[in-house]
């Protein structure tokens, strides 16, 4: 390998471990790192902390020391994302970079942004500086998929998650305390939630929080029909999973989670519009009434965990995480 090309991925590579230290709070913005390294020394590094801050370059250069700020022009700056070239929140990226004259920048992949979309690549090239994209770019796009298919594919990245029992019904107590606490998780980790209508008239479900940090996500009750909802839930019309997903592209949503029930799970398997699923699987027998969902042949198996279900030499509750084989980044 190319000694330049391998001293690029070994930067890139502390790029992405700093990113993903925005994991919780960078969203909806993407998680970005940034290593600032002059003569194989890292100078200054950072990462998008908190959306509507400082973002990973702001933060990076802010690192640096006072007496190493003269070597930042004979610096290369490594970022995992293409540097923003527009006004949001904050400034534009490249701008900083030019003016702090950067002799170098490594980006890993290009940013789908709109408003940014290969503007910040090119100037930074028109300014002069020496611009290298695509270090590690698959594992750059792959941190953040969530943002990528929102901005590539124009839809939410959709997680799907039940639990089932042995013989294949959901219509019982499978889940544990552990169990529980990692779907609360997943809630955290998503900006909106949708469950059918019979699931919430029967279930009554809260949708929150409450085993995991974090903030609970936007509640939405799927239905043909307009619902007498409480305060907190929203009604979305049920007419098609494309429409769906379009409705909630256009109210700014990233990621959906879907909680139930079987019949709306079913509809995201069979239109392949989902992107990963989480399967929790008991050893009980239930002769349920309602049955699990069916994944499709593009599911295939990422994960597999096991947990006790009751306590100590408890028969074990698997935990399964299927991708989407056909909607995985490449």
């Known amino acids: 390998m190319d000694t330049l090309l391998k001293s690029d991925e070994l930067y890139m590579r502390r790029c992405l471990q700093l990113a993903r230290n925005g994991w919780m709070n960078a969203q909806p ?15 200054g590094e950072g990462y998008h902390v908190r959306c509507g801050e400082g973002h990973a370059e702001v ?21 995992s994302l293409e540097p923003c070239s527009h ?7 490249a701008d ?8 170098r920048c490594v980006i890993g992949c290009q940013d789908p942004f709109a408003k940014v979309q290969g503007r910040g690549i ?6 002069g500086m020496e611009v290298t994209v695509g270090v590690l770019e698959k594992e750059c796009r792959a941190l953040n998929k969530r943002f990528m298919t929102f901005h590539g594919k124009h839809r939410p990245f959709v997680t799907l998650k039940w639990a089932e029992s042995a013989d294949g019904f959901i219509d019982g107590q499978i889940s544990n305390a ?5 779907c609360h998780k997943l ?6 939630i949708l469950v059918g209508r019979r699931t919430f008239e029967v279930d009554n479900p809260s949708l929150n929080t409450r085993e995991w940090y974090g903030n609970s996500p936007k509640r939405f009750v799927v ?11 929203h009604h979305i019309l049920s007419t098609s999973v494309d429409n769906l997903l379009h409705q909630l592209y256009e109210e700014g949503i990233q990621t959906v989670l879907v909680e139930g029930g079987a019949k709306l799970h079913q509809s995201f398997i069979d239109s392949g519009l989902w992107d990963e699923c989480y399967v929790e699987k008991g050893t009980q027998v239930l002769h349920g009434s309602v049955s699990a969902p069916v994944l499709s042949h593009e599911a295939v198996v990422a994960e597999r965990s096991f947990f006790e279900s009751n306590g100590f030499n408890s028969p074990l509750i698997s935990y399964n995480k299927y991708l989407n084989l056909k909607n995985i980044e490449r």
Do not use: W
Not at 59 to 79: F, G, M, P, Q, W
Not at 178 to 182: K, V
Not at 187 to 192: D, M, P
Not at 223 to 233: F, H, K, N, V
């Open 29 to 43: 913005n993407p998680m970005v790192g940034a290593v600032i390294v002059c003569d194989g020394r890292i100078i």
């Open 223 to 233: 239905s043909s029909q307009p619902l007498d909802l409480p305060e907190g839930y």
């Open 87 to 93: 006004y949001g929140k904050t400034p534009p990226c």
């Open 178 to 182: 552990h169990t529980q606490m990692l």
């Open 187 to 192: 809630r955290a980790e998503h900006q909106a």
């Open 122 to 127: 090119q100037k930074l090239k028109d300014a």
């Open 96 to 103: 900083l970079l030019i003016s702090k004259g950067f002799r």
């Open 59 to 79: 933060n990076a250069c802010a690192s640096v020391r006072k007496e190493d700020e003269h070597l930042l022009t004979s610096s290369t700056i490594y970022v």
